[in-house]
């Protein structure tokens, strides 16, 4: 993942930003006592995850899918799948197994949420046959969508079909550098229960917020493939564990890195903090 990549991530201030004060509101809002905690990687393309795959895997997302309980699907991001694909998916992988796919960028960056209903439905009736399986939905902006275009924002939000739960990432600095425009949006998000996405990456702080919408912590965390990915991850854990005792209902962390071989590697080392940490029992995958 090219987004956010700079040539020395040792000259980067990683320190996360306090957490803004409506998100304590928003977690004690939370009345459930679980949480749900989904670790992937953004990938299953043997290409990318070189090293990862046994030899002689024949079928890449089946193993993946044995290793991890999640994938971010970036795939629907270029063309949305046929109900068929969506079955073909869904029968390869275990029981809890879940998907977040990414909205075509057929709504995002070329129709730019302009005239988009009818690729809307196509994808959502697509989707949905995950069934048990469906995650999340989320929808990456473009990063020159700016706040200027709110009222379309605004439109899609309201008209997004409610059973299918949605996140939303926003990649231009205009959004969170005006605290009205920014306190507009997020109470947008709030009212139509969106989750607002997190992005943790180096060349990219300007977008880095705690601002929660929603009981769910969505979270794409981008490596640097440096030493200080580890250290990054363990701040993390140390704000994970403030918001689950203040609420947290739903975990979503996605690992990226610059070159994404070592994603699966960054992924045990997250998996094994959380299972230390939470008491759980998620499978920690295995290098080949």
């Keep these: 993942m090219k987004f956010g990549q700079v040539p020395d991530p040792s000259q980067i201030d990683f320190t996360l930003p306090n957490d803004h004060p409506r998100t304590k509101e928003i977690l004690k809002?939370?009345?459930?006592?679980e949480f749900n905690i989904f670790v992937g990687c953004a990938k299953w393309?043997?290409?990318d995850l070189k090293g990862f795959y046994p030899r002689g895997t024949k079928d890449e997302l089946t193993y993946y899918s044995q290793q991890f309980n999640s994938i971010e699907l970036n795939a629907t991001f270029y063309k949305s799948p046929s109900p068929e694909q969506v079955f073909i998916?869904?029968?390869k992988t275990p029981a809890d197994f879940k998907f977040f796919p990414?909205?075509?960028?057929t709504v995002s960056h070329y129709r730019r949420l302009l005239n988009?209903?009818?690729v809307v439905t196509e994808f959502a009736s697509s989707v949905l046959n995950f069934d048990e399986k469906l995650g999340m939905i989320f929808l990456q902006l473009h990063d020159n969508f700016k706040p200027k275009d709110y009222d379309r924002l605004e439109t899609f939000v309201k008209d997004w079909p409610k059973e299918v739960p949605l996140a939303v990432e926003l990649r231009?600095?205009?959004?969170?550098?005006d605290e009205e425009v920014f306190n507009t949006t997020m109470d947008l998000f709030e009212k139509h229960a969106i989750t607002n996405i997190i992005v943790d990456t180096a060349g990219r702080r300007d977008l880095l917020h705690m601002?929660?919408?929603t009981d769910t912590a969505f979270i794409r965390y981008v490596g640097s493939n440096a030493d200080s990915d580890y250290t990054r991850l363990d701040d993390w854990i140390e704000r994970l564990k403030v918001w689950e005792k203040e609420g947290l209902k739903n975990l979503y962390f996605f690992v990226h890195q610059n070159v994404e071989k070592a994603s699966p590697l960054l992924s045990a080392y997250f998996i094994e903090a959380i299972n230390k940490e939470f008491k759980t029992e998620i499978h920690v995958p295995v290098m080949a």
């Design 45 to 47: 393309n043997k290409t």
């Design 29 to 33: 809002e939370n009345k459930s006592k």
């Design 172 to 177: 231009n600095e205009e959004w969170f550098g």
């Design 116 to 118: 988009i209903t009818d």
């Design 211 to 213: 601002r929660l919408t």
């Design 89 to 91: 998916w869904k029968d």
């Design 102 to 105: 990414k909205v075509p960028n």
